[in-house]
């Protein structure tokens, strides 16, 4: 063991970089002990504790090298410190590294500019608590999330209104403002329709629809679907309606919803009435359909509607059997459910209609349905919890999609497909061979074909390719509408025709 | 409602997937689970309708604090100390709990104090339990770095805020290495305490008396900018300090020898200026206290057992759990089985946004934990994530002159999972051994849930 002190005159470093060189060199092999440090009076007593012979001469602007070596060299040691100290006072790669995206909306929304709107979407427990903060700051606030609970909307809702602030959803999966699709949406050219929705593929719905015959829109506002509901008291519907009246761009709006709570049906149809700007009510009953009201309101434009949009043949097949639905649009499900009923009674479903006994998730997806005519909302919250929406990831439709078609009480089915941003980038790709499987199947299994019915809601200008994405369903034996009730009655007057035996071609 | 709005999302990066390809740039929020079992507490808190207004006032009364030195004076006079009170650093804490450098601290000053011969007996007076009390700084204004030990004798900073006239205390700084507040007892350690008792405070009160209240908030603000963070660095503090007293010094007819030793006792301890911001920061911090619904935490303190924080909505409350062990560098030949548990009222700085939170601007200082100075940036901008402000008068030029991340928010800390880094020295393990190192540390992460818990239980009862 040797011990070796020497001074370096004129030499300095700061003393964190010197207690950072001092570890570097003790860790040099065969190197017990280093100190390199600035020779203050402190320094010096630390190093005489640590029993070194301090040089007598030395003075605080001196730089103190203390090494107590076990095996390695003097001049191994030396070149330790010499290349600590160069690399402590090295410069460090460029670049700053140090600007990290915000961790939470509040400090997202630190600085920025009024009118700047947020979208929720982290899961249901803690979509809540991300709303606030953009409550808070005095922003609009999308929330996509659902599994929100109710007491929390109601909570976000009243501190949005004592703010002025509007609150899209929870479970809001579409809105269109100031041109910019958030969440699942279609892409619209501007206009003079501005839509407040408890719904979001109504909405899509109405947008498709208006989109076809050249109408655009001012701002389509989510509500959520709940909103209506007496215990939320239409809080958002009443901000958004007002939002739409002060817009000067916006000269007829339409509120779609399911029926509101009798409680406050009375107090919305009277705010909507005193508003300056008309409002059209495209409430969902058995007597009321999303395209039927949008006829309304084009005709109330002075506007012809023209012959909703179908692609494909009709099939002279189908019942008699069983009407088999398989959504991924609540709004889409209900419409369908609500019209069908009519001619068909009872329809079960995860989403029932009012009166009707719910299908919880495993009966839904062990798909053992009896006779009964059925519809299932894909995009339900039993159905999301811990994944993605199924105009995300079609697989649970898709799986039962097949069970469906071997299923012999299957008469005709009835699907739904919905474009815009946000959607998969191509449902067909997916979807279509799944239609011809099914269709091959209930051939190969039952000897009859089955006839596939599908709502295509999407606009010319979607990424999805409107016309593409109809085309590869068609081929895969679809006939695809635009209309959702028009499909549905459709597949409805289908659902009571006995299947004639299929044809050779359609063995294929 | 027709203009492109700008668009922040938090959750799916589908969804803001689906807003870029419509070429509005959407700001995304990084957003991670919030920490284990806090949820349905977040979301009580979140609806508390006292939080926002309540923070706000507390943000607001921090900030409304200008901290004056108008005084030094001995602690039995300015805190009613006697004979056997010691004041200690961190929460509540026993002899029998007491670490190692608390201990020390403890030995020394009853030696200090005469209450014992010889600090080696004593170990059997305290252990006796009789003839003292045992309290924290933070029960009495007062706020002490490292073992935070103020006896009667000791003479304490006194702090004013100019239009409340609400006052804080702390100790006068020793200097570095071998001192009392890391646990050493030594003869040369009291030897230096007598010399401060006699000599350094009378001086520094004639000189303070004289030149009138030092505004040290405004001090702490120029300090930012030339480089300091005030916890860990105060060089440029200090001598701003000797500046604005010396004069002062040589014309209160102080002996000129006493004047002298005392400028260069001042002079030569880069960490001097540490036992004003404290007081300082305790001063700003004691006006948003107990305020309900206030998730804003308004002390953070070690007692070198303990790490303990108390939060204005839950009064005087500690919610505490078991000191780390820095992260860092180490003096001499110790290592980190050397160093004791974190120790120290001195998180009081970062608690108030300097210190660890206010890295940014202090570049000398980074290489502590071999960091470089981008991390020191990221530190700010990190510890601004869990701030609910950020304090106009303290800037930090590096970074366009933010403000210093102000008011850490309980709830914000359970949503990120980011804990306070606090810049500390490291205390020996054994009574006795002094200064070992200097690093960085974090609280106990669970003391936070527990904090968020309480607030939601407050809400709750309210609420009903």
Redesign the interface.
Known sequence: MTDHVSLRSGAYA?S??L??V??QV?ATPGVR?A?VAMATP?NL???A??GFDVPADASPNDMVVALRLESASLDDAMAAVDAALAA?SAP?ASG??????????????RD??A?????????G??A???A?D?V?AG?DVMV??DNV?LE?EV?LKEAAAARDVLVMGPDCGTAV???????F?N?VR?GPIGIVAASGTGTQQVLALLDQVGVGV??ALGVGGRDLSAAVGGRSTRTALA??DA?P??THVVLVSKPPAAEIADGITAYAASLSVPVELALLSPDTDLTGRTEALLASLDLPAAPWRRWGEPEEAGGPGALRGLFVGGTLCDEAMLIASATLGEIRSNIPLAGGDALDAAAVLAGDLGDAHAMIDFGDDALTVGR?HPM?DPSLRLAALARTAADPATAVVLLDVVLG??AEPDPAAALAPAIADARAVAVAEHGRTLPVVVTLVGTAAD?QDLERQAAALVSAGAYVFSSNAEATRHAVALTAVPAPVPTAGELR | MTAAPTVVTVGTSLLADAIDDQAVSARRVDWQPPVPGTADDLATVAADPLRAAANARAVDAYLGVTAQLVDVLPASEALGLRPGDFLHAGPPITWERASGPMRGALMGAAAFEGIVADAEEAPAFFESGAGYTLDPCHHHHAVGPMAGIISPSMWVFVLEDASTGARTYCSLNEGLGKVLRYGAYSEDVLARLRWMSSVLGPVLQRAVRAAGPVDITALLAQMLQMGDEAHNRNRAGTLMLLRDLVPAMIRSGSRAGDVADAVAFVGGNDHFFLNLAMPACKLALDAARDIEGSTMVVAMARNGTDFGIQVSGTGDQWFTGPAQVADGLYLGSYGPDDANPDIGDSAITETAGIGGFAMATAPAIVRLVGGSVPDALATTRRMGEIALAENPRWTIPVLEFAGTPTGIDVARVCRTGILPQINTGMAGRVAGTGQVGAGLVTPPAEIFPAALAALAERARRRAR
């Open positions: 700061d964190v970089t207690l950072q001092s570890k003790a002990e100190q402190l007593e630390t190093l504790v640590m402590a460090r700053d590294t140090s600007v990290a995206p915000p961790r939470t909306t509040a400090s997202a929304l920025a500019p009118g700047t709107i947020v979208m929720v979407s982290v899961p427990p803690s809540f608590v991300e606030m953009a808070e922003h996509f999330s609970p929390q909570a403002v100031g041109g910019v699709g958030l969440g949406a892409v501007p001012s701002a939002r739409l817009d761009q916006t993605a995300i941003h946000g990424p």
